[in-house]
């Protein structure tokens, strides 16, 4: 078992790290499959709980940070515990509210553009590209990482492996592909935060908080506006 450093986890999750940290951190993510793994605990920890705080109040926060502040290195040895306070809060919470895994995008109608910023992309991508319009999402998941591990830069590749990610419920690897597609600024930099705010609704657990943040990023002027906001009124 490898050892896992929970306070870049943390930073990452925040933002707080500069874009040489987390191209670093994401290339660790890529090759580590414990660290992916940990991530999406730690991520899956911290909104279970805010949103159980959100229910139930903040009666339960200052035990919740009591156990936080212990070292990082204790971090997956109180998991458990954590777990344990999540199923408590839960509990009370799942006897009132009506927390629905609610589908609210049909993800097949997405298909692949032949062309990026204006101009044809390379003739390489075709079966790439035709794969992904079959909606063969496992069969082009393999190219898509190739194509990535030859240009590691490439957004327009990185923006359709998100979706690809997306479309197979891996929802924690589409994330980090769409949020390096926002935070480059590419030209799908807001259909990236709509397809952030899809994943978390896709979640088993309720992520509305979450969905929301990343729909109100997206301009009036964009023109995936208007489905950020017909799926933010169902929200």
């Known amino acids: 078992m490898t050892d896992v450093n929970y306070e870049n986890i943390e930073r990452y ?27 999406h605990f730690y991520e899956y920890v911290n909104h279970s709980i805010s949103e159980c705080l959100y229910q139930r109040g903040t009666h339960e926060l200052g035990s919740f940070n009591r156990t936080r502040s212990q070292k990082q290195s204790d971090m997956s040895a109180i ?7 999540i199923a ?6 799942l006897i009132w509210s009506p927390w629905q895994k609610s589908r609210l995008a049909d993800m097949s109608d997405i298909k692949m553009s032949s062309t990026h910023t204006g101009t044809p992309v390379s003739s390489k991508y075709t079966d790439i590209i035709q794969l992904f319009n079959q909606n063969k999402y496992e069969e082009v998941l393999p190219l898509l990482n190739s194509a ?4 590691p830069n490439d957004l327009y590749i990185r923006y359709y492996r998100g979706l690809t990610f997306l479309n197979l419920k891996y929802l924690g690897s589409a994330r980090r592909d769409l949020l390096k597609v926002y935070t480059e600024n ?9 397809f952030i705010a899809v994943s978390y609704t896709q979640e088993e ?3 509305k908080v979450d969905a929301i943040k990343w729909l109100d990023k997206i301009p ?16």
């Open 186 to 194: 590419d030209p799908k930099m807001y259909e990236a935060a709509y």
């Open 79 to 85: 998991k458990w515990v954590i777990l344990g306070i």
């Open 205 to 207: 657990d309720d992520y």
């Open 220 to 235: 009036q002027t964009s023109p995936i506006y208007a489905q950020a906001t017909a799926l933010k009124s169902k929200l």
């Open 148 to 151: 990535l591990a030859e240009q």
């Open 88 to 93: 408590v809060l839960f509990s009370g919470v």
């Open 13 to 39: 999750l925040s933002g707080n790290m500069t874009e040489k940290e987390r191209e670093h951190f994401e290339a660790e993510l890529d090759e580590n499959e414990e660290l992916a793994q940990e991530l």
